[in-house]
Nanobody, 129 residues
Framework: EVQLVESGGGLVQAGGSLRLSCAASGHTSDDYAICWFRQAPGTEREAVSCIRPRTGSTYYADSMKGRFVISSDNAKNTVFLQMARLKPEDTAVYYC??????????????????????WGQGTSVTISS
């Protein structure tokens, strides 16, 4: 098992940047893919990006390519999401999630969140216009 805690959310003006962190603890030696999802009020949770820390392989939802970069610091068991050129429509609660069985490319497809059981508590990101 692994436990996840997100941090780094806050209020940012449009055009700004923000880095979110997902700290993992517990059975971190398993080959988990770590993903970022986001959910705005009244919307379905959507995938942002995933990383396989053991290999460094990264995957992005098609709609998220370009402004977001996922990375990991394996020594610290932490995954980051660097967000740039933020827009009001990026406002959401951002969650990290872990999965050890579903192929990572599938985790960034729409609806993948329904199959994931390990989640952090979320961190709120608000982008003002």
């Amino acid at each position: 098992e692994v436990q996840l805690v997100e941090s780094g959310g806050g209020l940012v003006q449009a055009g700004g940047s923000l880095r979110l962190s997902c700290a993992a603890s517990g059975h971190t030696s398993d080959d988990y893919a770590i993903c970022w999802f986001r959910q705005a009020p009244g919307t379905e949770r959507e995938a942002v990006s995933c990383i396989r820390p053991r290999t460094g392989s990264t995957y992005y939802a098609d709609s998220m390519k370009g402004r977001f970069v996922i990375s990991s610091d394996n020594a610290k068991n932490t995954v980051f999401l660097q967000m740039a050129r933020l827009k009001p429509e990026d406002t959401a609660v951002y969650y990290c999630a872990a999965d050890a069985r579903i192929p990572a490319p599938l985790l960034v497809r729409p609806g993948s969140y329904r199959q994931i059981q390990i989640w952090g508590q979320g961190t709120s990101v608000t982008i003002s216009s």
